[in-house]
């Protein structure tokens, strides 16, 4: 999984602008202390890396979520994260799998445990300094229950050589912009 390729760089500047106008002009949105993340993206000391931790209410809450980032974080590719995906959702064709791939998804098989080729991945791509993002609860939480939270999380902090910043994300409505019915994305619809 090579993201400095050009079709890795549209791959993202498109995901992540359509994200933008999703969250942010076809919706409403209110963020709170969105300098955080954006601190911790553009001045993190080189080799430092960043895991992000979020609630999974929608199917679209990746990439929809990064749509607070501003357009030239969106664009840019190596900043930009990687996201741990369920491989039977997203590497379930090779078209689709190319798609997930050079949009910087690491393809995970639930229920694998922690010890697996994606989960090593990312723990590489944390000691190179890079942003890893995950959903511990391991599945989209329709229901908005207490979840058991998956330990992966824990694995990616213990295995970096150096310490990383953990930013915890928690995100209301996104199952509003897309709602968590078959087909899922295809009825994205805007509210009134």
């Known amino acids: 999984m090579s993201p400095n390729t050009k079709q890795s760089k549209f791959t ?3 995901v992540g602008l359509s994200a933008k106008f999703w969250t942010n002009i076809a919706n409403s949105l209110l963020i709170h ?10 001045n993190r000391g080189k080799g430092i890396p960043l895991i992000t931790v979020t609630n999974h209410h ?11 980032l501003q357009p030239r974080q969106l664009v840019n590719q190596c900043l930009m994260r990687w996201a741990i995906a369920a491989h039977n959702m997203c590497f379930w064709s090779k078209p689709v799998s190319q798609f997930f791939a050079f949009g910087k998804s690491i393809p995970v098989n639930r229920g694998a445990g922690v010890y697996q080729e994606g989960v090593d991945f990312a723990i590489d791509r944390l000691n ?5 993002h995950i959903y511990p609860e391991g599945k989209v939480n329709e229901k908005k229950i207490d979840m058991r939270y998956k330990w992966g999380v824990g694995r990616l902090i213990a295995e970096c050589n150096v310490n990383p910043i953990v930013i915890p994300i928690y995100h209301l409505g996104m199952d509003d ?7 899922y994305f295809w009825f994205m619809r805007v509210p009134r």
Do not use: C
């Open 12 to 14: 993202v500047s498109i």
């Open 33 to 42: 202390n969105r300098k955080i993340l954006s601190n911790a993206l553009e």
């Open 58 to 68: 929608s199917t679209m809450d990746e990439p929809f979520l990064w749509g607070i």
């Open 128 to 132: 190179e300094g890079h942003w890893v």
């Open 177 to 183: 912009i897309v709602p968590n019915t078959k087909p």
